[in-house]
């Protein structure tokens, strides 16, 4: 069992930057790979970014070169540095962990939602024009 917790959220204008935070508990010494997602109303969740244990990174097109994705192991935590922020990015932002799974070679399927077991709640981000 993995326990998340986002923190970070909140409303900034575009240009703007936020870090996201997310605090693990559990059996996170299990955990094979980690990621960010994100839902706005109406739409599919979506993933942001994901790093393996390892630190491999992976990044959705629409946020290279803006997020950063990163990790530190000794604290449990996951970071997500967002930066040059865009009204686009406006979402609910989750935290998720994959435990029992092996990392998988593809990396993009590191982005997808069905790869996660667990979740956290969710830190919302609002971005203004």
């Known amino acids: 069992q993995v326990q998340l917790v986002e923190s970070g959220g909140g409303s900034v204008q575009s240009g703007g930057s936020l870090r996201l935070s997310c605090a693990a508990s559990?059996?996170?010494?299990?955990?094979?790979?980690m990621g960010w997602f994100r839902q706005a109303p109406g739409k599919e969740r979506e993933g942001v970014a994901a790093i393996a244990s390892d630190g491999r990174t992976i990044y959705a097109d629409s946020v290279k070169g803006r997020f950063t994705i990163s990790q530190d192991n000794p604290n449990n935590t996951l970071y997500l540095q967002m930066n040059t922020l865009k009204p686009d990015d406006t979402a609910m932002y989750y935290c998720?962990?994959?435990?029992?799974?092996?990392?998988?070679?593809?990396?993009?399927?590191?982005?997808?939602?069905?790869?996660?077991?667990?979740w956290g709640q969710g830190t919302q981000v609002a971005v203004s024009s």
């Open positions: 559990g059996d996170t010494h299990s955990t094979s790979y």
């Open positions: 998720a962990a994959e435990v029992r799974r092996t990392t998988p070679v593809f990396r993009p399927w590191w982005l997808l939602p069905t790869m996660y077991e667990y």
